[in-house]
């Protein structure tokens, strides 16, 4: 089938691009920290990486579904190498100041965020629904792949060639990636009668996602509490590595404990893209999330390396599966020509309060819960995440572990949002609307390739 045979050529090559990038990433890591000893100016690009996608979501979107999202997709993958290119110039003429990186952090930003609803609403056109969940699962094993190979080359390539050999070799998979692109057909959306009914001035044409979204209450509902969930979730993650090396007094074993959390996230998206149709999805994204409040609440109280390690790969494999399938739902129940404004819009929800995370997270972390351990009062709390140092951060964990269940137990005691895919009507493609032959529209029954 010559559509998915574009979408697997387009997803390797992607991945390829990323654990480019993630090389990248680490390496500069590696030499920031190396000359100012510091990891808050690595927090801060971070937060400059994030801070488009906060921000710029209507219009990204816009652009996703009025241009050809092939170009949409080379743009940013160009956009993202020009930052790399300026940063390598900076190194290698001896040049180089952090502002440097922040400033490359947000130009980035703002090609990945131009990038990312493209990337996501063009699945639909080269993926038949039926294999779309495969296809997702598929995508999402890119980060945590990446996560799991990417410092591991990175490591090796900085002892070998340094920060700008690095970026080199960053650059070399981002000309396969761009290559390849610019080889293959992305066909066009029809056009959607629910898109023509939000369309009109440019004004309606930016807000068209969230008028879609606001006119499907249990959807948007759904999407307010993912991104919750995600507030939750985001800083308590975060504190991994002064939690394990706490728990576990060693470096060694905290890294090897981290390396479980890819492993866990690449299993849980590859058993996605293993099953190829998930029958009930809202099920199995409901008792995804229920499984993650259950291993954060445990996480907070486990000592043992082992269980440590179980508890991870555990609480990691939901995270991706629960992100493939509800992906697959957006494209089953989005007209595709309105997709990237609502991929758009749910990934600026989805981020826009990630920085809040972090910055609570540290604060009630350094001033409030692990100064408060063995002080008045903790004996009584002693006995479920102890009185040694990261308990504090254990006892985050246990009450973010129990805000995610009681969230998605008050979410899940909903009908319209446990029936969601089932009763959410599909739409209509416009019968005046030319559809290319390699374009397959929702209600085909296509037969997969031999």
């Not at 030499?31 to 690595?42: A, C, H, K, R, V």
């Not at 629904?129 to 996560?147: V, Y």
């Not at 058993?271 to 994204?285: L, Q, T, Y």
């Not at 969230?407 to 030319?434: C, F, K, M, S, W």
Request: glycine letters at 12%; one cysteine or more.
């Amino acid at each position: 089938m010559p559509s998915l045979r574009t979408f697997y050529a387009l997803l390797a090559t992607q991945v390829i691009s990323l654990i480019g990038s993630r090389m990248t990433g680490v390496a500069i890591g590696i030499q920031i920290f190396q000359d100012t000893g510091q990891s808050s100016p690595l927090l801060l690009a971070a937060f400059f990486a994030e801070l488009p996608g906060m921000a710029g979501g209507s219009l990204t979107g816009l652009l996703a579904d009025r241009w050809d999202r092939r170009r949409v997709i080379m743009l940013g993958d160009a956009g993202q190498a020009l930052g790399t290119c300026l940063l390598l110039a900076s190194f290698a003429g001896g040049v180089f100041e952090l502002w440097h990186l922040y400033a490359v952090m947000l130009l980035q930003g703002i090609f990945a965020t131009i990038q990312s609803p493209a990337s996501q609403a063009s699945i639909t056109m080269l993926v038949p629904e039926n294999h779309r969940d495969r296809a997702n699962g598929l995508s999402e094993m890119g980060f945590p792949l990446a996560g799991v190979v990417a410092p591991l080359l990175a490591g090796t390539l900085y002892a070998l060639v340094g920060v700008t050999g690095v970026m080199v070799v960053d650059l070399l998979t981002f000309l396969v990636a761009f290559t390849v692109v610019a080889r293959i057909t992305i066909p066009r959306p029809a056009a959607s009668e629910d898109a023509e009914a939000l369309g009109g001035s440019l004004w309606r044409d930016l807000s068209g996602g969230w008028r879609y979204l606001a006119g499907r209450h249990a959807l948007l509902i759904m999407v307010l509490y993912l991104s919750f969930v995600f507030f939750l979730l985001n800083g308590p993650l975060e504190l991994a590595i002064p939690y394990l090396i706490s728990r576990t007094g060693s470096e060694s074993t905290a890294g090897a404990l981290m390396s479980l959390m890819s492993l866990g996230a690449l299993a849980g998206a590859g058993a996605v893209a293993v099953a190829g149709r998930v029958g009930d999805r809202m099920r199995v994204i409901l008792l995804g999330y229920l499984m993650v409040g259950v291993m954060l609440v445990a996480y907070g109280m486990a000592y043992h390396p082992v269980a440590l390690g179980v508890i991870l790969f555990v609480l990691f494999f939901p995270l991706p599966l629960a992100g493939a399938l509800f992906t697959s739902l957006l494209q089953a129940k989005t007209p595709p020509d309105l997709q990237g404004r609502v991929f758009a819009l749910t990934g600026q929800f989805f981020t826009l309060t990630t920085p809040f995370s972090f910055v609570l997270t540290g604060w009630l972390v350094d001033r409030v819960l692990e100064p408060a351990v063995g002080g008045p009062g903790w004996s009584h709390i002693a006995p479920l995440v102890g009185s040694e140092a990261g308990a504090g951060m254990g006892l985050l964990l246990v009450l973010t572990g129990a805000l995610v269940l009681a969230a998605t137990l008050l979410i899940a005691a909903n009908p319209a949002i446990r029936h969601l895919e089932r009763d959410l009507p599909g739409y209509q493609v416009g019968a005046e609307a030319a559809t290319p032959p390699d374009v397959l529209v929702p209600g085909e029954t296509i037969q997969p390739a031999g």
